[in-house]
């Protein structure tokens, strides 16, 4: 099971954000426990993330980027900026449900294809 934290800089203020997820809820509460983010900051959960964070369409934390260094530290693994749209294809996929698992195989075709055309310079640029 491995904790994930993506390249992509979103701008909340004077923030630069990204994202933090894990295969896992309790992994990626441990986690941020860990580095000191707020578990009430979760969004996309159907019970722990409040307000509009509710609706967001996977589980992670935006986190801002001296947390994304303690996150890699403490042994997050840093993706690409598709790294969120493999992990929820890979999520459909391990539904078992062939409707799902289908759009999950075909997400997960587009990533490559993405990734394929995208100079090398450009994987993990932020860092």
């Known amino acids: 099971m491995t904790v994930y934290v993506d ?43 409040f307000g509009k964070h509710r609706s967001a369409s996977w589980v992670h934390f935006d986190i801002a980027k001296g947390k994304k260094a303690l996150a ?24 078992g449900i062939p409707e799902r698992a289908a759009i999950g195989q075909r997400r997960l075709e587009q990533v490559a294809a993405c990734r394929a055309r995208a100079p090398s310079s450009d994987l993990f640029a932020a860092e």
């Not at 840093?78 to 391990?94: K, Q, S, W």
């Open 72 to 95: 890699i530290a403490a042994g997050a693994v840093l993706t690409d900026r598709y790294g969120p749209t493999e992990h929820v294809a890979r999520e459909l996929i391990a539904t």
């Open 7 to 49: 390249d992509v800089e979103h701008g909340f203020g004077r923030m630069k954000m990204c994202h933090l997820w894990a295969d896992t809820l309790p992994e990626l509460l441990a986690m941020v426990d860990r580095i000191g983010v707020d578990r009430k900051w979760i969004q996309g959960h159907p019970t722990l993330s």
